[in-house]
C-alpha cells in the first residue's frame, strides 16, 4: 500500500456488535430477554444513525450468531410481545409504584422511557420478520466468527477452520455485497500462529490491541503470512468506555440504580433524569472527543475508536445521541470520519514485528479473562470436546447437531460472564448444557435437538470439522 498523502490523520470508529446465543435458552435477565432489550434500546436505533448524515463513515461488524438469533424462527413475534406486552406493563406498573410512593417526578420519567420500546416496536413492525438482521447486515461490513470463541484458545487448526468458516458463510449468505475480507477477532483476541487460517479464510484486515506491546500504535501492521493487523486506538477508546469515561457524566441516566422491575429513572448524580439535560450533556462530550481525537492525529495516522455496539444505547442509555453528536460535530472541527476498510486502501503500513504474544483487548490485555484460574475448567472442557470431535471425525450432516453443541460451547461470552461474576449461574449451566448436548450427539449422530436449529444455518456445518 501506498503510503497516505494526508497532512492529518483521520478516525474510524468501528461498532462490534454481539449477543451470546441466548434464543430459546432462558428469560430475564440473561437469557432471550436479553437479547431483546439490545434489539429495542441498541439496534434499533442505530439504524436511524447509520442511515442519517456521516453514518457510511461508521464500520459495524455484525457477528453471525447475532444474526442467527434475530432471523430465528419466531423470534421477531416474541420480541414484538416482549414490547409490547412485558415492557408496557412494566413500565406502567413502576410509574405506579413511583407515584404511589410520593415520588410524582419518577413516575413520569418511567412512564416517558416506556415510550422507547413503543418506538421500537414500531420500527420492528415496519422492517418485518428478519427484518432488523437484514437491516443491520446492510451496514454490517464486517463480520466474526461463528460464535464468538477466542481463536487463540481454540485446540486445533479444524476448530479454528469451522469458527471461521461457518462464520464467514453465513455473513455472505445474508448480505447482499460482496465481503470485502474485514473481519473482528472475537475479544480482540489475536496470536501470530491465527494468520495462515485467517488468511486462508479470506480474512484481509482485522483488529488488535497492542496497548501493553507497542505503546500508541497507531499504525497498521503488515504480517508476512496473514492480514493486516490493524492497532486499536486505547487512549481514545477510554475517553468514552473506562470507569471515568463520559458516560460517567453526573447528567447521564444511571444504569445501576433500578426500581422493582429494572427501570432506570434516575441520573448519576441521584436526581430524577432529565433527558434534555443529559442531551446537552452528550453533545459537549461529543464536542470534547471530536477536538481531541482532532489533536491526537493533527500529525497524521489512523486512529481506530471500537467500541461494543451494545455500550451505546444500553449500558450508556445516551451513547446512540452521542455518536450521532460526534458525527454532526467532526467535519465542523476538520476531523475526517471514514470507514475502516476505506482507510485501510491508502493508510501507511508497517511490518508487523515477528514476535507478537498472544493479545485481547481484556484486563489485562492477555487471554486471562477467558482461561485464568477462574474458569480454567470451561477453557480445559472445551479444548477436550474439541479434540474428541476431530477424533471422532465429526462431519456431514448426520453431525450437524455435534457441530452445532461445539460451536456453542466455544463462545467466549460463559468465561467472561463467569469471569465478571455478572450473571449468576448462567454461564456455567449454559456450557455445561452445551458440553451434555455435544456428549449425546457423538453418541447418537442424526439426532437434531430444536435447541440449537437456528446456529450456523447456512451451508452444512458438519462438512467443517475436518483437519
Not at 443491520?136 to 487448526?157: E, R
Request: aromatic share 6%; with cysteine; hydrophobic share 45%.
Amino acid at each position: 500500500m501506498a503510503p497516505s498523502a494526508r497532512a492529518d490523520g483521520r478516525l474510524a470508529i468501528v461498532l462490534h456488535s454481539h449477543m451470546p446465543y441466548v434464543e430459546g435458552f432462558g428469560t430475564w435477565p440473561f437469557g432471550e430477554e436479553w437479547l431483546f432489550e439490545a434489539a429495542a434500546t441498541v439496534y434499533v436505533p442505530l439504524l436511524e444513525v447509520l442511515d442519517g448524515p456521516g453514518g457510511d463513515g461508521v464500520t459495524l461488524s455484525v457477528t453471525p450468531v447475532l444474526a442467527d438469533q434475530l432471523g430465528a424462527p419466531g423470534v421477531h413475534e416474541r420480541l414484538l410481545a416482549f414490547l409490547r406486552e412485558m415492557r408496557a406493563t412494566t413500565h406502567a406498573l413502576d410509574a405506579a409504584g413511583c407515584r404511589e410512593s410520593g415520588e410524582p417526578a419518577l413516575g413520569d420519567e418511567v412512564e416517558r422511557a416506556g415510550g422507547d420500546y413503543a418506538r421500537a416496536a414500531a420500527a420492528l413492525d415496519a422492517l418485518g420478520d428478519g427484518g432488523l438482521a437484514r437491516a443491520l447486515l446492510a451496514h454490517g461490513a464486517w463480520t466474526s466468527s461463528a460464535t464468538h470463541a477466542v481463536l487463540p484458545l481454540v485446540a486445533t487448526d479444524a476448530g479454528v477452520r469451522l469458527q471461521l468458516r461457518a462464520g464467514i458463510a453465513a455473513h455472505r449468505a445474508r448480505r447482499e455485497t460482496e465481503w470485502g475480507g474485514g473481519f473482528w477477532l472475537p475479544e480482540c483476541a489475536h496470536a501470530p500462529w491465527l494468520h495462515p487460517l485467517l488468511e486462508e479464510a479470506g480474512v484481509h484486515a482485522t483488529c488488535v490491541d497492542l496497548t501493553d506491546v507497542l505503546p500508541n500504535a497507531r499504525t497498521p501492521l503488515a504480517t508476512s503470512d496473514g492480514p493486516l493487523l490493524v492497532p486499536i486506538d486505547r487512549p481514545v477508546i477510554e475517553l468514552v468506555w473506562s470507569e471515568g469515561g463520559y458516560p460517567a457524566g453526573a447528567a447521564y441516566r444511571d444504569s445501576h440504580r433500578k426500581t422493582v422491575h429494572h427501570h432506570n429513572p434516575w441520573a448519576n448524580d441521584g436526581a430524577v433524569y432529565d433527558r434534555d439535560r443529559a442531551r446537552e450533556q452528550a453533545v459537549a462530550d461529543a464536542r470534547d472527543f471530536v477536538a481531541r481525537v482532532r489533536e491526537r492525529v493533527a500529525g497524521g495516522g489512523l486512529s481506530v475508536c471500537a467500541l461494543d455496539t451494545e455500550l451505546l444505547g444500553h449500558h450508556w442509555y445516551e451513547g446512540l445521541y452521542w455518536l450521532r453528536a460526534v458525527l454532526d460535530e467532526a467535519p465542523r472541527a476538520g476531523l475526517e470520519i471514514v470507514g475502516l476498510d476505506a482507510a485501510l486502501r491508502d493508510q501507511r503500513v508497517v511490518a508487523a514485528p515477528d514476535d507478537l504474544p498472544a493479545t485481547s483487548w481484556g484486563t489485562p490485555r492477555t487471554l486471562w479473562t477467558w482461561d485464568g484460574p477462574q474458569v480454567a475448567d470451561l477453557a480445559f472442557a472445551a479444548r477436550d470436546a474439541e479434540l474428541r470431535a476431530v477424533a471422532a471425525g465429526v462431519r456431514g450432516a448426520l453431525d450437524a447437531r455435534a457441530v452445532r453443541e461445539l460451536l456453542a460451547l466455544q463462545s467466549s461470552d460463559w468465561a467472561f460472564l463467569a469471569t465478571r461474576d455478572i450473571a449468576g449461574p448462567y454461564p456455567r449451566e449454559r456450557a455445561g448444557g452445551h458440553l451434555a448436548g455435544l456428549e449425546a450427539a457423538l453418541k447418537a449422530p442424526g439426532v437434531e435437538d430444536p435447541a440449537v436449529r437456528a446456529l450456523a444455518p447456512f451451508g452444512d456445518p458438519g462438512m467443517l470439522l475436518v483437519a
